[in-house]
């Protein structure tokens, strides 16, 4: 299953620049309704619980408190310096947990558990072992090296002796934010971040026996240069992250409030953003990280990039997984579940949610049941964003089906992209080139019912694909 590198090509990654999802999901978020409800959740998970062999389960917590905005997030965030806000807020997750937990059966292990935000250690790291307690009250945990339990930190508010009370809860993976250590860059992010207090937190993480250091990077930030990224790269390399993600700055200020404190002047231009990206993937080549696909790097002997050459690499919101038959239960504000075939979302407004958690309801706001159609296109656009490659065959045994006959539409719109040397197709299937896994999202956007590339270009809601 192993994929070709990804072949830096600056006229078609600007010919190809265009708004699309990320493909966290299929069908995108955007397709959830509010006509799914609390009632349809409860089918769903009743619906899983009767699988002959019973899947294991993911939990993912969303926390949404963070003590200063950054100015390029996305996420959904309440920005507060009183601390006190977080213990309503667990006893409330608490209850949602209680409520969710009773849904699926205790033979059902979770095998991984995700903090995200916001900045989830807003938290203190006595909190956040509570909060692992309380899961295991509530789920079946599974033992050892069988359990991923992750992370999302903020280096500038955790020291390296609260990394080993983490590690003794129970955490033994973590994400951490960088973006740039530029120190322009950074004031104009709001985001002020020392090289040495990041590098000991990573220290930490090992010295405490943590598997695996992931570290985000951002391109296309606001007063950006190729010497000042280099630098960055430089920076962060040396420190050998087992993972890295390096992500396109989606400039979208009419979604995203805070954004409107970047002065659009201060963008790179769309020259140089390519550079930065390039200047990334020629310097992570070199430092021997392979290519796992969207943004995301690791080490060879890294469990993604082994996943990836053993086709289990699977990709959810959470990003990059190797737990590709786990449903995925979501718990706090705005977080997103998949049960079987079905998405739910939580409420992204705190009042909403903190009313249906106090009502004593599973706090539903929106979702959808996938049909027939809908799970065989995610089958499809998950291969291609985890492994640059189809085989119809393979594809048409699942789901009973002619490939070439259900897709014919789909492979038609795929010969400009055939044409340019994206994609190499024939009679048993389809592969990225080398040109073409930077551009995966394009091409899975052939295949998504729900939008045409026309469409996408018009809809603000998406970032661009580079």
Not at 335 to 363: K, M, T
Not at 388 to 412: K, M, N, P, S, T
Not at 423 to 434: I, M, N, Q
Request: charged fraction near 25%; proline fraction near 6%; glycine fraction near 8%.
């Amino acid at each position: 299953m192993a994929s070709p590198s990804a072949l830096f090509d600056p006229e078609l990654l600007r010919r190809y620049d265009v708004p699309g999802p990320r493909y966290t999901s299929y069908p995108t978020a955007p397709q959830f309704s509010p006509d799914f409800g609390e009632g349809d959740l409860r089918e769903m998970a009743a619906l899983s619980n009767g699988d002959p062999i019973p899947r294991p389960l993911s939990l993912y917590l969303h926390i949404p408190f963070c003590t200063s905005p950054c100015f390029y997030c996305g996420c959904n965030r309440i920005i507060t310096r009183d601390k006190s806000r977080s213990e309503p807020y667990l006893t409330r997750l608490y209850r949602e947990a209680a409520l969710v937990a009773s849904l699926f059966d205790r033979d059902r292990d979770v095998e991984q558990v995700h903090f995200g935000g916001g900045t989830p250690n807003f938290l203190t790291t006595a909190q956040i072992a509570e909060a692992l307690d309380v899961l295991r009250r509530h789920f079946s945990f599974a033992r050892g090296d069988r359990l991923d339990c992750s992370i999302e930190l903020d280096p500038r508010f955790v020291t390296p002796d609260e990394i080993g009370e983490l590690a003794a809860a129970g955490l033994n993976r973590a994400s951490l934010g960088v973006q740039d250590f530029d120190p322009e860059v950074q004031r104009a992010v709001n985001r002020v971040q020392g090289v040495e207090q990041t590098m000991a937190v990573i220290d930490a993480c090992r010295r405490h026996g943590m598997k695996s250091v992931n570290v985000d990077l951002i391109y296309g930030l606001p007063k950006q240069s190729l010497e000042g990224f280099s630098r960055t790269l430089d920076t962060v390399l040396r420190a050998r992250p087992d993972r890295l993600a390096v992500y396109g700055y989606a400039h979208l200020p009419s979604l995203f409030r805070g954004q409107r404190q970047i002065d659009a002047a201060d963008l790179p231009a769309p020259e140089l953003k390519l550079g930065l990206l390039q200047r990334a993937i020629e310097k992570l080549g070199e430092a021997g990280y392979v290519y796992v696909g969207m943004d995301h790097f690791a080490l060879p002997d890294d469990e993604l990039a082994r996943a990836q050459r053993s086709g289990d690499l699977h990709r959810n919101f959470m990003g990059y997984t190797t737990h590709a038959e786990s449903d995925l239960i979501g718990l706090g504000v705005s977080a997103i579940s998949h049960i079987g075939p079905s998405f739910s979302q939580n409420p992204r407004d705190i009042e909403g949610w903190e009313q249906a958690i106090d009502q004593g309801r599973l706090p539903v706001w929106r979702g959808m049941r996938l049909d027939e159609d809908d799970l065989i296109r995610a089958d499809v656009i998950q291969s291609l964003m985890c492994h640059g490659q189809l085989e119809f065959d393979a594809i048409g045994r699942r789901h009973v089906i002619d490939f070439a006959d259900y897709f014919r539409d789909a492979l038609a719109r795929m010969a400009p992209l055939r044409a340019d040397g994206l994609v190499e197709l024939d009679a048993r299937g389809l592969r990225a080139t080398s040109r073409g896994r930077l551009l995966l999202r394009i091409i899975a956007m052939c295949f998504d019912r729900y939008l045409s590339t026309a469409a996408a270009q018009e809809t603000p809601r998406f970032s661009r694909t580079v």
